[in-house]
């Protein structure tokens, strides 16, 4: 059954959008980031792609966001993940950790002004 699951597996909408979803890992580790939000944005456009895969994209597309400097962008797609409820508790979790040490940042910036 897993020969059968790999070989045919990229064919369901769950399997089209993680072989997008990694490539757009894949992206991101080569520093590639407009690249990988670009895959990101995607899956998360894709059409009855699982809710999983889906706030697993807007996650990693909020962490590029983050490190290309667009803070803002980042922050959305954060929060997007905290409210979906198909998102796993783990997903959910890195999401709120990760807003969190972006505001305590901003908030660091903010009184050296």
Do not use: C, W
């Not at 895959?39 to 706030?55: E, F, L, Q, R």
């Not at 998102?87 to 990760?98: D, F, G, L, M, Y």
Request: glycine share 6%; hydrophobic share 40%.
């Amino acid at each position: 059954m897993g020969i059968l699951n790999k070989a045919f597996g990229g064919f369901s909408s769950r399997g089209k959008a993680l072989n997008v979803y990694k490539r757009g890992m894949t992206k991101a580790d080569q520093r590639d980031l407009p690249g990988a939000i670009a895959d990101y944005s995607t899956v998360i456009a894709m059409k009855s792609v699982p809710g999983d895969v889906k706030a697993m994209a807007l996650l990693n597309r909020a962490l590029a966001y983050s490190r290309s400097h667009e803070q803002e962008k980042a922050e959305a797609d954060l929060a997007t993940v905290l409210a979906m409820p198909d998102a796993t508790a783990q997903v959910r979790s890195a999401a709120n950790e990760k807003l969190q040490r972006m505001r305590k940042i901003k908030a660091r910036q903010d009184t050296q002004k």
